[in-house]
C-alpha cells in the first residue's frame, strides 16, 4: 500500500518475459533483442488490463456467464477505456471510438487475447434481449494453449533444478575425489571478455555453463575416437573449469570409454590444471 493505493505489480511469468527480451541466456550485456522498439512491454499491456477490469471480466466469460453489456463491470471497462484513449492506443495499440457500444469495446480487447463472442436472442416480457457470451471453441483453443505454457514452464523449472542438482554433485565429486573446489569461471562473452564475475556472482548462469559444457563434452567423445593426443590438444582449448566439467560428464555419460581413457592416459589429471 502507499498514501493508501494498492501497489499492483505483474505475475513473475510477465516480467520474466519482458526481462528475456532485454536479457538473453548470455548475460545482461547481451539482450536477445537488441532493439528496444522490439520490445513487447508485456508488463505495462498486463498492468493496463489489469486498470481495465479485464481480469474479472474474462474470469466470468470463461466459466461461461453470459452478458448483455448493461452490467457494472463492462461499462466501467469501457467507460475507462474512453477516458484513457491515448494511453490504450500507446499501450495496446487498439483505437477506441467515443460513440461505441460497451459490448464493442469489450470485444477489441478479447481480440487480442485470440477469443471471440457469439450471441442469442432470447425473448423477455415480450422483447428480444441479446446476450453475449465467449465462443466455446475459442476458449477451449486458448484452454489449450494455457495448459501447454503451463507445462512448459514446468518443464523448463524442473530441467533448471536437475542442472542445479548435477552442478551440485559435480562439485562434491571433484571435491571428493581430487580434493579441490571447482573453479569459478562464467561463460565468455562474444568480444571474448570475461568479466561477469563467477559462478557465484548474481549477474551469471550456471544452468548456461552446464549446457556449454555438455556441447564440449560430445566434441570432446569425437576426439577420443581419435586418439589420447587429439583429447589432450582438445582439453588444451578449454578452460580448467571446462575441462574438469567435460570429464565429469564424460564419466557419467560413456563410463567404459572413461575408464578406458584413464587407462591409457593414467596422467590425465596433470592436463586439468
Not at 155 to 170: D, F, K, L, V
Request: glycine share 6%; charged share 30%; hydrophobic share 35%.
Amino acid at each position: 500500500m502507499e498514501n493508501g493505493q494498492e501497489l499492483v505489480t505483474p505475475p513473475d511469468v510477465v516480467t520474466e518475459r519482458d526481462k528475456s527480451e532485454r536479457v538473453s541466456e548470455a548475460g545482461r550485456y547481451a539482450p536477445r533483442l537488441p532493439i528496444c522498439t522490439d520490445w513487447g512491454n508485456h508488463s505495462t499491456s498486463w498492468l493496463m488490463r489489469h486498470r481495465l477490469g479485464l481480469r474479472a471480466v474474462l474470469t466470468d466469460l470463461m466459466d461461461g456467464v453470459e452478458i448483455k453489456g448493461d452490467e457494472v463491470m463492462i461499462e466501467a471497462l469501457a467507460d475507462f477505456s474512453k477516458r484513457n484513449v491515448p494511453h490504450i492506443k500507446g499501450i495496446l495499440n487498439l483505437t477506441i471510438p467515443l460513440d461505441e457500444t460497451p459490448v464493442w469495446i469489450l470485444s477489441q480487447y478479447l481480440s487480442q487475447l485470440g477469443l471471440s463472442t457469439e450471441s442469442r436472442r432470447p425473448v423477455e416480457d415480450g422483447k428480444r434481449v441479446r446476450y453475449y457470451r465467449l465462443n466455446p471453441d475459442d476458449v477451449a483453443f486458448a484452454q489449450k494453449v494455457l495448459d501447454y505454457r503451463q507445462r512448459q514452464r514446468e518443464e523448463r523449472e524442473r530441467r533448471r533444478q536437475e542442472e542445479r542438482e548435477h552442478q551440485a554433485a559435480y562439485t562434491a565429486r571433484m571435491q571428493s575425489m581430487y580434493g579441490i573446489n571447482t573453479p569459478s569461471t562464467p561463460p565468455i562473452n562474444e568480444d571474448g571478455s570475461n568479466n561477469w564475475g563467477g559462478m557465484d556472482g548474481q549477474d551469471n548462469s550456471i544452468d548456461s555453463w552446464w549446457q556449454q559444457v555438455k556441447s564440449y563434452t560430445a566434441m570432446f567423445m569425437e576426439q577420443v575416437k581419435i586418439g589420447v593426443d587429439a583429447v589432450k590438444e582438445f582439453l588444451s582449448s578449454l578452460t580448467s573449469d571446462e575441462r574438469w566439467g567435460v570429464m565429469v560428464q564424460f564419466d557419467e555419460v560413456e563410463p567404459l570409454k572413461f575408464g578406458q581413457l584413464v587407462a591409457d592416459a593414467p596422467d590425465w589429471v596433470e592436463w586439468m590444471g
